[in-house]
């Protein structure tokens, strides 16, 4: 089921005012709305969503709250900004100077940051002459630096290149001003045009010594907003490695009747599992943080002990990834149709069945029971055996706890989903395969602390 929140940006750019979004959504009839109808069916049916739509007013109450919101109807300057690398620059131990700032020279080092936001610059209109003392020009403006993305030093230098690339402008950072009324900090900074030719910007490239690029989506955020350029590029290689995933999954498993993920099982059953739904819902598998729409699976059990079931089964082991934990984790499987209260009874439909534990993960004798893992897999686990294919090899090296990257993902995975058949197999461990390629994605990207870009 595709859920919008259209609604809520439209009731945020009415009422800007924190307080008055609080009153809004304080409203009892408004926190309460669990219906949703399905337009194919015209039929209502209740999935439990007041929790996620308080999550997202609570971000977008966050937001509103937040200093960067001053700046949301600024239009930002993206510059290729130079910033001086303190550990990699050497100066005159006693005047703390260098020869020259830029050129052969120069004793100054910089970390390049492609795509940063500058704010208030104003519209660049110069006044130049031609001169036998080269570049005649008074221009000097201001700009502001966004919290938790660089502090700006003094002699840094960026760049904006005109779209036709014939007018390259290089400007030198010569002061700055700190911002301590905010409880986050805001730099502002004075700068100066320092050059309008190719060979400053080339001599300036050669003393760079990092390149990095700002991920303008990741400001004010916690994750970090500046990378070095070339993981940049592989982990957009690994998300779109990532979304192609997720949707041949869902192109093979979601019922949109149900709105769910259903396995297959041999003689035309259906397998429902609410511990892989909750496990898809609590970490987003299916969604993008910069989507508005959202695909929330529709939990059908409404059971009081479930969350100390979940916690025994494979997806919070997945969770956990503790190696001394792993078992075959076996089940039980019960007619959907059981539980009069699930759309199964609803639709009388007798092909789905719904997953169900044991009340110990021992490893179970029952014939009548099912396995998650084989013996075969779990002991490759345990004495770290060779396993055969790429999903079976990243949930191995996962679950024995080897420090993955985006470049342990293999570029062709998804052929591994293509080349099974629709059965248990790919319906279990695709999912599980999900979480390790995000969570390798987040761990890259908070890897390195903005700071970092700072001190280096």
């Given amino acids: 089921m595709k859920l919008s929140v259209k609604f809520v940006e439209k009731l945020i750019e009415l009422k800007t005012k924190v307080s008055a979004l609080a009153f ?21 049916r209740i999935i439990g969503e007041q929790k996620n739509i308080s999550e ?20 930002p300057t993206y510059v290729n900004y130079y910033h001086i690398s303190d550990f990699d620059t050497t100066v ?39 001169s036998d003392g080269g570049l005649d020009t008074d221009y000097q403006s201001e700009c502001i630096f966004l919290p938790h993305t660089i502090k700006p030093s003094q002699n840094d230098f960026f760049t904006i290149i005109h779209e036709d690339r014939r007018n390259p402008y290089l400007f030198r950072i010569t002061g700055i001003d700190h911002d301590t009324i905010h409880p986050d900090n805001f730099y502002k900074a004075q700068f100066v045009l320092e050059s309008t030719d ?40 690994v998300q779109k490695i990532y979304r192609d995933l997720a949707d041949t999954y869902i192109s093979i498993f979601y019922n949109e009747r149900y709105n769910s993920i259903l396995g297959e099982k041999p003689c ?69 149709m059981r539980l009069p209260y699930t759309t199964f009874y609803t639709w009388r439909d007798e092909r789905v069945w719904i997953l169900e534990l044991p009340l110990t993960n021992i490893p179970n004798t029952d014939p009548t029971a099912s396995e998650i893992f084989n013996d075969t897999f779990v002991g490759a686990v345990k004495l770290n055996a060779d396993v055969e294919g790429d999903y079976a090899v990243l ?12 470049y342990d993902v293999p570029d062709k995975i998804n052929e591994s989903l293509l080349s099974l058949e629709a059965n248990l197999d790919s319906f279990f461990v695709t999912p599980m395969i999900l979480y390790i390629i995000k969570k390798i994605i987040n761990d890259e990207i908070n890897k390195q602390s903005i700071m970092d870009v700072n001190d280096i």
Avoid: H
């Avoid at 969350?307 to 001394?324: D, F, G, P, Q, T």
């Fill in 268 to 336: 035309a059953k259906l397998l429902y599992d609410p511990y892989l739904i909750e496990f898809c819902n609590r970490w987003r598998l299916f969604n993008e943080k910069d989507k508005l729409n959202t695909l929330i699976l529709s939990q059908e059990i409404d059971d009081n002990k479930f969350a100390i079931k979940y916690e025994r089964s494979v997806w919070r082991y997945i969770e956990r990834n503790n190696l001394e934990l792993i078992n075959n984790f076996p089940y039980y499987i019960y007619p959907g």
């Fill in 56 to 75: 997202n007013l609570f971000s977008y109450e966050k937001r509103l709250n937040s200093p960067y919101n001053r700046f949301i109807d600024k239009n």
């Fill in 395 to 406: 949930l191995k090296r996962y679950l024995r706890g080897e420090n993955l990257t985006v």
């Fill in 198 to 237: 190719w060979n400053r910007i080339d001599d300036l490239n050669n003393q760079t010594l990092g390149n990095f690029v700002c991920i303008t989506e990741n400001i004010g955020t916690e994750a970090n907003c500046i990378i070095e350029s070339d993981k940049f590029v592989k982990i957009q290689e």
């Fill in 92 to 130: 005159d131990s006693g005047w703390k100077d260098t020869e020259d700032l830029i050129g052969p020279n120069s004793s100054l080092r910089f970390k390049k940051i492609d795509n940063f936001p500058l704010y208030g610059i104003t519209q660049i209109i110069l006044q130049i002459e031609d």
């Fill in 24 to 44: 809004f959504f304080t409203t009892k009839q408004i926190f309460n709305v669990k219906t949703f109808v399905r337009k194919e069916f015209n039929m209502a």
